[in-house]
């Protein structure tokens, strides 16, 4: 023990030291001449752990390279260390993680069994900030593509709402065919609109015969065509139809409205983007409804009823001037005619201005 005494402070001193850079200084002051001290005097034996591990470990498993810890800024530094205690050789891996400093301890210099937990990779942070795991991808996962577009395709217009009736002007009536009778006539001459729209329209022309009759005059000839060759070689956005007045003696309401609803189809066939508009009859004055002829008012108004159910509100509508130009007692009024039958030439306004307040106008959403 006299050694032992001798040496005191300098047992004191390497006592003191180990505890420093073993709590302290973690002994990163001699990692580096530890690290070839080791290499030097194990390295035949540190390369036969290795292998031996790495069989151990088996296919797939990382082997922990000695030496390889994290610091503080992610990047990889060799300061792995070993000691000799038991003469086994127990190596220390240290992993910083900004908020203190965890040791990882592996037996016999090597990594820990196959089962060993793994630890998730960090990413620095902001310095003192405590580092963050990396959020996990799954490798090869596609991103989620964007929804691809066709540059020049033009968008959906959408669908027709509900037809609304608006008030225009008379450029409204220029791709508009007047289809009629005499009272259609009247419109031609004194309307105001016979240098804008067209007009197939003959006194006496009936719904019997409205495909028959040859009453379209043709530009630069002398022979007239029928409106169903008319209409087939022209189009027309609007169909203006006032016709009946000349039926009244002929067949019966049901028959009427049958042949009328058959001109309505063909002229959809003939035009089928155009916008029909059925006109009521226009009645006759009272005094000449009471004659007691087959032209009255009763029948009118019958015919009328009958037509109104002609119309669907999408490309077939129905319109009805009466309620302007009859009194109260459900005839024309007398000054608005001279014949009991016939528009005056300057109320035919009344009638056209009915038309510009009831233009159909479809719009779409």
Same mark, same amino acid.
């Given at each position: 023990?006299?050694?032992?005494?001798?040496?005191?402070?300098?047992?004191?001193?390497?006592?003191?030291?180990? !505890?420093?850079?073993?709590?302290?200084?973690?002994?990163?002051?001699?990692?580096? !001449?530890?690290?070839?001290?080791?290499?030097?005097?194990?390295?035949? !034996?540190?390369?036969?752990?290795?292998?031996?591990?790495?069989?151990?470990?088996?296919?797939?498993?990382?082997?922990?390279?000695?030496?390889?810890?994290?610091?503080?800024?992610?990047?990889?530094?060799?300061?792995?260390?070993?000691?000799?205690? +038991?003469?086994?050789?127990?190596?220390?891996?240290?992993?910083?993680?900004?908020?203190? %400093?965890?040791?990882?301890?592996?037996?016999?210099?090597?990594?820990?069994?196959?089962?060993?937990?793994?630890?998730?990779?960090?990413?620095?942070?902001?310095?003192?900030?405590?580092? &963050?795991?990396?959020?996990?991808?799954?490798?090869?996962?596609?991103?989620?593509?964007?929804?691809?577009?066709?540059?020049?395709?033009?968008?959906?217009?959408?669908?027709?709402?509900?037809?609304?009736? !608006? #008030?225009?002007? +008379?450029?409204? /009536?220029?791709?508009?065919?007047?289809?009629? +009778?005499?009272? #259609?006539?009247?419109?031609?001459?004194?309307?105001?609109?016979?240098?804008?729209?067209? /007009?197939?329209?003959?006194?006496?022309?009936?719904?019997?015969?409205?495909?028959?009759?040859?009453?379209?005059?043709? *530009?630069?000839?002398?022979?007239?065509?029928?409106?169903? &060759?008319?209409?087939?070689?022209?189009? /027309?956005?609007?169909?203006?139809?006032?016709?009946?007045?000349?039926?009244?003696?002929?067949?019966?309401?049901?028959?009427?409205?049958?042949?009328?609803?058959?001109?309505?189809?063909?002229?959809?066939?003939?035009? *089928? +983007?155009?916008?029909?508009?059925?006109?009521?009859?226009?009645?006759?004055?009272?005094?000449?409804?009471?004659?007691?002829?087959?032209?009255?008012?009763?029948?009118?108004?019958?015919?009328?009823?009958?037509?109104?159910?002609?119309?669907?509100?999408?490309?077939?509508?129905?319109?009805?001037?009466?309620?302007?130009?009859?009194?109260? #007692?459900?005839?024309?009024?007398?000054?608005?005619?001279?014949?009991?039958?016939?528009?005056?030439?300057?109320?035919?306004?009344?009638?056209?201005?009915?038309?510009?307040?009831?233009?159909? %106008?479809?719009?779409?959403?």
């Amino acid at each position: 023990m006299k050694w032992l005494k001798n040496c005191y402070y300098l047992i004191l001193l390497v006592t003191v030291g180990i !505890v420093y850079l073993s709590t302290v200084d973690r002994w990163k002051v001699y990692a580096q !001449v530890i690290e070839q001290v080791k290499e030097f005097c194990l390295g035949d !034996v540190e390369q036969e752990n290795q292998k031996k591990n790495a069989d151990d470990s088996g296919p797939g498993q990382d082997v922990v390279e000695p030496g390889d810890i994290a610091d503080g800024s992610g990047n990889l530094a060799s300061a792995a260390f070993g000691t000799a205690d +038991d003469g086994q050789g127990q190596n220390m891996a240290d992993a910083e993680n900004g908020q203190g %400093q965890d040791v990882a301890n592996t037996g016999a210099g090597t990594a820990e069994g196959a089962g060993a937990e793994e630890q998730p990779i960090t990413r620095p942070t902001e310095p003192g900030a405590p580092l &963050e795991p990396a959020v996990p991808t799954e490798p090869g996962a596609p991103l989620e593509p964007a929804v691809p577009t066709e540059p020049g395709v033009p968008p959906d217009p959408g669908t027709p709402t509900e037809p609304v009736f !608006v #008030t225009v002007e +008379d450029e409204y /009536f220029a791709d508009a065919v007047f289809i009629g +009778d005499s009272r #259609t006539v009247g419109m031609c001459e004194y309307g105001g609109l016979e240098e804008i729209s067209t /007009f197939y329209a003959s006194t006496g022309l009936t719904v019997y015969k409205i495909f028959d009759a040859a009453i379209v005059e043709v *530009p630069g000839q002398k022979k007239k065509i029928t409106i169903e &060759e008319a209409l087939e070689e022209n189009s /027309f956005a609007k169909i203006y139809l006032m016709i009946g007045i000349n039926e009244m003696g002929v067949g019966t309401v049901e028959t009427f409205t049958e042949k009328y609803r058959e001109v309505v189809e063909h002229l959809q066939e003939l035009q *089928p +983007d155009a916008i029909i508009y059925i006109q009521g009859i226009i009645k006759v004055t009272t005094e000449r409804s009471d004659q007691g002829d087959y032209i009255n008012n009763e029948g009118i108004e019958a015919r009328n009823l009958e037509l109104e159910k002609l119309a669907d509100n999408r490309s077939i509508f129905y319109l009805d001037v009466n309620p302007l130009i009859c009194d109260e #007692t459900g005839g024309l009024v007398d000054s608005y005619t001279f014949d009991g039958v016939h528009l005056k030439a300057k109320y035919i306004q009344i009638w056209k201005d009915y038309l510009k307040e009831n233009a159909v %106008q479809i719009n779409f959403s």
